[in-house]
């Protein structure tokens, strides 16, 4: 009678326990710099329309002056050729308003 009590009171836990949608814990638990990459992943694809990018690292961000910087090293194929760009994107800390997004490529030193 207990295990049977037991099993009921497990499946009613189970059954009625309140979950958040999925998207929602995927919301909540995304970094704060999820906005910053995603926008200098678009703008490299803009920017480099003909490489497909293969990796992707955040970097870091940095404030200074009512600005912050957040880094990014995305890893781009172009047919047999790979590179590195490292994309810069500034927004006003306070506002996140735009300012600017800047490319650095990065050429990977050729084998002998």
Known sequence: MLI???IAVGLFILNYSPQAPVADVV???APAYAKWSRLAIKQTQTTYPKA?????????SAQNDGSTVATFRLWLREGKRE??????VTYATET?????????????PRNS
């Open 4 to 6: 049977k009590i037991g």
């Open 27 to 29: 919301q909540a638990d």
């Open 52 to 60: 497909s990018i293969i990796d992707y690292l955040y970097m870091g």
């Open 83 to 88: 590179y590195a760009v490292v994309v810069r």
């Open 96 to 108: 996140e308003k735009l300012e600017s997004v800047k490319f650095h490529e990065i050429i990977p």
